[in-house]
């Protein structure tokens, strides 16, 4: 997700003010001929990367910090049933101080018609035993409904985004299709994910999610418009899809992904920490695909569409050096995104080292 972002491929990285190609190992911008001897760039005749330099572009801790969340995940679930079985007793109990109730009222009331005083009352007592559900057993119903009602919650938010948005297809902006379709084939997906434009009122964002099975982009319409207007950048919107198609290519956007850190991601700091990772991960294969540097991307979120292009790079460099403290730590720490002046200078980092976490 890009909350907070190309040059054509042939051009070169900016990193702080110096120019870097890309790396040696991958030519991003050459496409090869396809079957059909097609090589216009519509997308159909890239070579895929080699699945090595894909996996360079990982944060070292992504894979670590998500089988951490995987164990959590199973701890939670293994501790809830465990509480469940440990007060099967008080269960079993309730279920049958509610059947008692039930059967005695049953048995005093000869007339329906006729409802007494006390059997209005006694009708609120069976209530009342009803409605004191069992600790145990009232965790694991959240548990089971929470998980089953997941795939209906996202084909409904699904639905809501399909009947609201425009789909980008090769006749509906099809410059920014072509890159979509040049990143799948880049990356070696069997389809290419779909992409839709919705209308954000002024809220810059994109972002890539999931119905089972299924794995879709959202970008913002204002967003969009630093390609089409004013500036007519195209490469900071290259990188902000490219952002977008790696979390889809690393399984970010995946029901079963989610499913496996489903309640350990809600953990303070531990979820919000495996999620830098990825924004990270997304970040740096983002510069591979689209052979931008990525920080006027991140200059486009943090200062607007109309103004993004007058900020400096190098100075913007030399300030997030200087925005430290105890603070800004805790800040960064509950992010699910890394703040945005680590996030640029782990972009213009020359070493293409992993970025800061703290």
Not at 51 to 57: A, S
Not at 122 to 135: G, I, M, R, S, T
Not at 198 to 205: A, E, H, K, P, S
Request: with cysteine.
């Amino acid at each position: 997700m890009m909350n907070n972002q190309g040059n054509q491929q042939n051009a070169p990285v900016r990193q702080a003010g110096v120019y870097m190609p890309p790396p040696a190992s991958y030519d991003v911008s050459v496409p090869t001929t396809g079957s059909n001897g097609n090589s216009n760039g519509t997308g159909d005749g890239y070579q895929p990367i080699d699945k090595k330099i894909l996996h360079q572009c990982r944060h070292k801790a992504e894979r670590r910090w998500y089988r951490r969340l995987v164990v959590l995940n199973l701890l939670i679930i293994a501790a809830a049933i465990g509480f469940f079985l440990y007060a099967f007793e008080d269960t079993r109990t309730y279920a049958e101080d509610v059947y008692n109730a039930v059967v005695e009222e049953m048995e005093d009331l000869e007339n329906v018609e006729d409802v007494r005083d006390a059997d209005v009352e006694k009708l609120d007592d069976v209530e009342k035993e009803a409605n004191d559900l069992p600790d145990s057993l009232l965790y694991l119903l959240e548990i089971v409904i929470t998980v089953v009602a997941i795939p209906f919650v996202v084909y409904y938010v699904y639905a809501q985004y399909r009947s609201m948005s425009v789909c980008i297809t090769p006749k509906t902006y099809p410059e920014i299709y072509a890159i979509v379709e040049e990143y799948a084939r880049k990356l070696g997906m069997k389809k290419v994910p779909k992409i839709y434009m919705i209308q954000g009122n002024g809220v810059l964002n994109a972002f890539s999610t999931f119905i089972p099975f299924k794995q879709y982009i959202e970008i913002y319409a204002d967003l969009l418009e630093v390609a089409y207007r004013e500036y007519h950048d195209m490469d900071t919107i290259r990188f902000i899809i490219a952002h977008e198609i790696a979390h889809i290519y690393y399984k970010h956007a995946t029901m079963h992904y989610y499913y496996a850190i489903m309640f350990s991601q809600m953990i303070p700091i531990l979820g919000s920490t495996a999620s830098r990772t990825r924004e990270y991960s997304c970040d740096r294969l983002a510069q591979l695909l689209s052979g931008s540097d990525g920080i006027d991307a991140m200059m486009a979120l943090t200062a607007g569409i109309h103004l993004y292009k007058q900020v400096d790079h190098e100075d913007y460099i030399e300030h997030a050096r200087t925005v430290k403290g105890f603070f800004i730590f805790c800040w960064n720490l509950v992010c699910d995104h890394p703040i945005t002046t680590k996030r640029v200078l782990a972009l213009a980092d020359p070493e293409k080292k992993s970025g800061k976490l703290y």
